[in-house]
């Protein structure tokens, strides 16, 4: 099992809304963090401004998707 904490990035990028899950080893990631990670992680967010970032733990377990919509999901 890995000890890094998942987070949902919320932002503004070229005027569209966007989110990304980042991970990192700590409980809480700062907003300052949170940007500097997207830049890292993810090369088309590099030359791009980010504005409104917000950040939320993840709480719930990774699921895997297989593709599914969740609508046609058995409970």
């Known amino acids: 099992m890995s000890s ?7 932002f503004i990028a ?3 809304p966007d989110s990304r899950v980042l991970a990192a080893d700590a409980e809480t990631l700062a907003v300052g963090e949170a940007e500097a990670l997207l830049k890292i992680t993810f ?8 504005s409104d970032i917000q950040v939320q733990k993840r709480t719930r377990p990774m699921e895997k998707e297989h593709g599914v919509p969740g609508h046609f999901k058995q409970p």
């Open 4 to 10: 890094q904490d998942r987070f949902i990035v919320s």
């Open 14 to 16: 070229n005027g569209q």
């Open 43 to 50: 090369g088309e967010l590099k030359d791009v401004e980010l």
